[in-house]
């Protein structure tokens, strides 16, 4: 069994099975409606990285949405270290997932008709932008063709899977022979991109924007460790003219960490290579993922970790 959830497992109405297995019906209206909300944790070296983290702000998305799958958060993460443990993956990306699912009543268009329902998923770990890029730092642009979607009509706190805008500006990105793409809200001031959230450095102060964002847990620890080197944070607009003169920039995400971008269209940051203070930031990040402190074990059948 261990073998075929190798590739993958997932954890559905309470049983581990192969990914390849898991499926949800046609008519969820996580699919119809994107009506659905989820999370993503990274576990590395056999440990979920804040896993109390990932699942409070899963919680809160899946109460802004009115969604309730009748579990506690105990319950959710027995589930996924169940999973990963049987999968026996020590490197992973773990997605937690509530959909609003079919309605109970045949035919009904009352969301409160819906039998909510939880399930996740783990695959191998999953990087936004590839290793080897990382290594010479990543290349972006300011996508011209779309904006992010507006946070009155779709709030970006609750992790959603609202791509539309996000896989155009990946197309656009891709058409210009970048690795990913940075989106502005309708007024021109910087957002995130797919999958990750943005900073700058200028001097000794780190930038980050304040709206139109997912409040991402990567992000939260780099706020953390901004602190701890005794950077000047600021969480406000920014626009991209100001953006594009920073001396570093870098992404932050669960799916690969610190990540230096080293081009936005034609403007090269620090000589083209990753920063000293992204370097630094890098650097501890790691450490801190590798703390007993944001640890939580998981038990494999093999594993000496208790
Ligand atoms: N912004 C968006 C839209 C995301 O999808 C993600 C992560 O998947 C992030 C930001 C980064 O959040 P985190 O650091 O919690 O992974």
């Not at 939880?118 to 300011?142: D, L, M, N, Q, R």
């Not at 805008?165 to 001031?189: R, S």
């Not at 304040?210 to 406000?236: F, N, S, W, Y």
């Amino acid at each position: 069994m261990q073998q075929a959830l190798s590739a993958g497992a997932a954890w559905m109405n309470g049983t581990i099975i192969p990914i390849s297995e898991a499926s949800i019906p046609v008519t969820d209206w996580g699919l119809t409606h994107s009506d659905i909300t989820y999370d993503v944790a990274p576990v590395r070296d056999g440990a979920f990285f804040r896993l109390n983290d990932y699942i409070d702000r899963f919680f809160a998305s899946m109460a802004a949405l009115q969604l309730n799958p009748d579990m506690t958060k105990q319950q959710v993460q027995d589930a996924l270290i169940d999973m990963v443990a049987a999968s026996a993956m020590r490197e992973s990306y773990v997605a937690m997932v509530c959909s609003r699912g079919v309605p109970k009543i045949a035919g009904s268009r009352d969301p409160r008709d819906c039998r909510n329902h939880f399930y996740a998923w783990c695959v191998p770990y999953v990087h936004v932008i590839k290793p080897e890029i990382v290594a010479s730092g990543a290349t972006a642009i300011i996508a011209e063709g779309v904006t992010r979607i507006a946070d009155s009509s779709i709030n970006p706190m609750v992790k959603n899977y609202h791509w539309g805008d996000f896989t155009k500006a990946i197309f656009e990105a891709k058409e210009k022979h970048v690795e990913t793409a940075i989106l502005t809200d309708a007024n021109g001031f910087v957002t995130e991109g797919p999958g990750f959230n943005i900073f700058a450095i200028t001097g000794k102060t780190l930038l980050t924007s304040t709206h139109g964002v997912l409040a991402g847990i990567t992000r939260k620890t780099v706020l953390e460790i901004a602190e701890k080197l005794q950077l000047k944070t600021e969480i406000r607009a920014i626009s991209t003219a100001e953006f594009l003169k920073a001396d570093e920039v870098f992404i932050s995400s669960s799916a690969g960490g610190i990540i230096p971008i080293v081009q936005i269209n034609d403007r090269v940051f620090a000589g083209g290579v990753c920063g000293k203070t992204t370097k630094d930031i890098h650097h501890i990040y790691w450490q801190w993922f590798a703390s007993p402190k944001f640890r939580t074990p998981i038990t494999y059948a093999t594993s000496n970790e208790a």
